[in-house]
């Protein structure tokens, strides 16, 4: 896979069809992955989510079209494949501090944000620790539901803040204590996420970004009672496990499956099984803590 032919046809593509409805599905088709992986590592790549840099495009053009001054302001708007001159109008001042109609007045400072391009760089300089495991099919009792790339600042309960996905913030909030208290610590947490594939009617079409996971641990056989969980079961697969020590949060977790899918995996001598999720691995110890900030990415692999 020639990722830097890919993000550039990409970025191609988003500006020849900046006045007309973009389905990630079909920018994660053209580098090849799934929507929830290319949602990742465009945000890593470019410094930017696809969705705010595609609004931004979107409200650049709209500058030129509004200072030309024939059209009409609700005209323009959805031409931008904005709903209403309301939003419109909104998401306009929120990016260039005025209003539409006040753009057209000459001695308004507006912004302008030009198309993006990727070039090489050197990459691979810090050494990737991994092995190769062999897992019998499990079960996951956990939180279940669509997962995004917008992450949320949240408060724990020492006062510390920390960004985690909408489905984590869920999780931690209605489930996790009840989870805690149900394991014997050391035990592992445990995040799967299911591809959009057309090789089974198992996965989906992820919207917007979104993909399918389910957040929890190694279901033993009792649901604590309370908890609001289901049960996912995991295929036996063989994986490629990349031992990651840092803090987790959205740079680390975009730059650990950017450099596994960009310079690990087109290098080996494997290919991705669609047939199984990726799985992040965080160890609980037996202080119920994270230990030392390692966590491990599963990558699901077949012999090419």
Request: proline share 5%; with cysteine; charged share 25%.
């Amino acid at each position: 896979m020639d990722w830097l032919k890919g993000m550039n046809d990409v970025i191609e593509y988003i500006e020849e069809n900046l006045t007309r409805p973009i389905k990630y599905e079909s920018l994660s088709r053209i580098v090849g992955c799934s929507v929830y992986e290319f949602s990742r590592i465009f945000s890593f790549m470019a410094g930017i989510s696809v969705s705010e840099y595609i609004r931004r495009r979107r409200l650049s053009q709209a500058v030129f079209d509004i200072q030309n001054g024939i059209d009409k302001i609700i005209d323009i708007a959805l031409r931008y494949c904005y709903e209403s001159p309301t939003t419109f109008a909104r998401a306009f001042k929120e990016l260039h501090g005025t209003t539409p109609s006040s753009a057209r007045r000459t001695g308004i400072s507006l912004k302008t944000y030009p198309s993006i391009a990727f070039v090489l760089t050197i990459k691979g300089v810090n050494e990737m620790d991994f092995r190769i495991e062999k897992k019998e099919s499990f079960q996951i009792m956990g939180l279940s539901g669509q997962v995004t790339d917008e992450f949320i600042e949240v408060t724990q309960g020492d006062g510390s803040k920390v960004s985690m996905p909408n489905l984590w913030k869920e999780y931690y909030e209605k489930n996790y204590l009840l989870c805690k208290n149900h394991y014997s610590a050391p035990f592992w947490e445990v995040a799967a996420f299911f591809l959009d594939s057309d090789q089974s009617l198992r996965y989906f079409n992820a919207p917007n970004g979104s993909v399918k996971a389910i957040l929890g641990a190694e279901y033993k056989g009792k649901i604590p009672e309370g908890a609001d969980l289901t049960i996912e079961t995991i295929p036996a697969a063989t994986w490629a496990v990349f031992t990651i020590r840092s803090i987790t949060g959205r740079n680390q977790h975009n730059e650990a499956y950017t450099r596994i899918l960009t310079e690990w995996l087109p290098t080996s001598q494997y290919r991705r099984d669609e047939l199984a999720p990726n799985l992040d691995v965080y160890p609980i110890d037996k202080n119920g803590q994270h230990p030392d900030y390692v966590w491990e990415v599963w990558l699901p692999i077949l012999n090419k």
